[in-house]
């Protein structure tokens, strides 16, 4: 148990929907990245938040957004969802913002769209 | 920009035997390395990592890997492998310094499969 914890762990819905995604991070744990692995595109960062401020963006398309609240829990929102947007979605979280901090993963979030 | 290349897709063993999983990377910046383990439905978790120092480096279960500058390589090797080794493998870089802030870049992964 990593310490991450991430809700729900499965998620069905139909094009054109929108979900939220929820991530808490390991207690202590200022920076919460979040990943999604596909067949295709494998392993892909897309966005990263540290102490409730946006760090850094990966390939995240213009239909997801994201944040980080006060309590340091995040969420990731997708939005008019297409069928290729059906991923394992992965939240991380490390002590602080760099490289050197190991990333803590979560179990992550199955998204099936249909 | 950043890449890594897994240069195996999948590499079958017999149980006891040693193995090595490739990892190049290529960057035009300073980096750190990880080896990463997933096991089936399951997150991802750090197997070992690089930041400085000796080259060799040695994580949990057993596994080692070595940095090598010159060939912009960090090959993951255990001398004896077992039944619950059996996992997918990714190795991934991020930089040392400037404005990445951490995020991880990985390969394409490595299914390690091991029979009895």
């Known amino acids: ?114 | 920009a950043q890449s890594v290349t897994q240069l195996d897709s999948q590499v079958p063993v017999f149980e006891e035997a040693p193995v090595e999983l490739r990892c190049n990377y290529s960057s035009s910046v300073s980096v750190y390395l990880f080896w990463y383990v997933q096991y089936p439905n399951q997150g991802l978790q750090l197997l070992l990592k690089y930041l400085s120092g000796s080259t060799l480096v040695k994580g949990i279960n057993g596994f080692e890997a070595e940095f090598n500058k010159s060939q912009t390589s960090f090959h993951l090797r255990k001398p004896s492998v077992h039944i619950s080794d059996t996992a997918e493998y990714f190795c991934a870089v991020s930089s040392a310094g400037g404005t990445s802030y951490g995020k991880l870049t990985f390969g394409q992964g490595t299914i390690l499969t091991v029979h009895p």
């Open chain 1, 1 to 114: 148990d990593s310490g991450v914890t991430q809700t729900p762990k499965h998620l069905i819905t139909a094009t054109g929907q929108r979900v939220t995604l929820r991530c808490s991070p390991r207690s202590g744990d200022l920076s919460v990245y979040w990943y999604q692995q596909s067949l295709d595109q494998g392993l892909q960062f897309l966005i990263q938040y540290y102490n409730g401020e946006e760090r850094a963006k990966g390939n995240i398309l213009e239909r997801f957004s994201a944040q980080q609240f006060p309590d340091l829990h995040s969420e990731l929102n997708l939005s008019s969802l297409e069928l290729g947007d059906s991923a394992l979605y992965f939240c991380a979280s490390s002590r602080a913002s760099g490289g050197s901090y190991e990333q803590y993963f979560g179990p992550g979030t199955r998204l099936t769209v249909t």
